[in-house]
């Protein structure tokens, strides 16, 4: 059984930074393409960034480029977003993802952290 769980979310004053980590049970993180998502009050879920196969194949949204890094830890089978400079439109729920390719693509899903970024 899969099993995704983020952490380090919390509130924090714009510029301000945060480090996000997603622990991984079920599944092997370091074989897969990985995500980190995030949804807003009232906006639909988007991609933040992507990280293919290797760890140097990512992308990123062009909101983020250049603030937030992906960062994969095959030791601990966890994934990290390190978030700086940020903004009040980071405001979100963070959401790491795993794609696994069996017969046909599925993905997993952690069930989320919340980042508020407020004075």
């Known amino acids: 059984q899969v099993q995704l769980v983020e952490s380090g979310g919390g509130l924090v004053q714009p510029g301000g930074s945060l480090r996000l980590s997603c622990t991984a049970s079920?599944?092997?993180?370091?074989?897969?393409?990985v995500n980190w998502y995030r949804q807003a009050p009232g906006k639909e879920r988007e991609r933040v960034v992507n990280m293919g196969y290797t760890d140097d194949s990512t992308s990123y949204a062009d909101s983020v480029k250049g603030r937030f890094t992906i960062s994969r830890d095959n030791a601990k089978n966890a994934m990290y977003l390190q978030m700086n400079s940020l903004k009040s439109e980071d405001t979100a729920v963070y959401f790491c993802?795993?794609?696994?390719?069996?017969?046909?693509?599925?993905?997993?899903w952690g069930r989320g952290t919340q980042v508020t970024v407020s004075s």
């Open positions: 993802n795993v794609n696994v390719f069996a017969t046909k693509w599925v993905d997993y």
């Open positions: 079920g599944v092997t993180l370091s074989g897969h393409p």
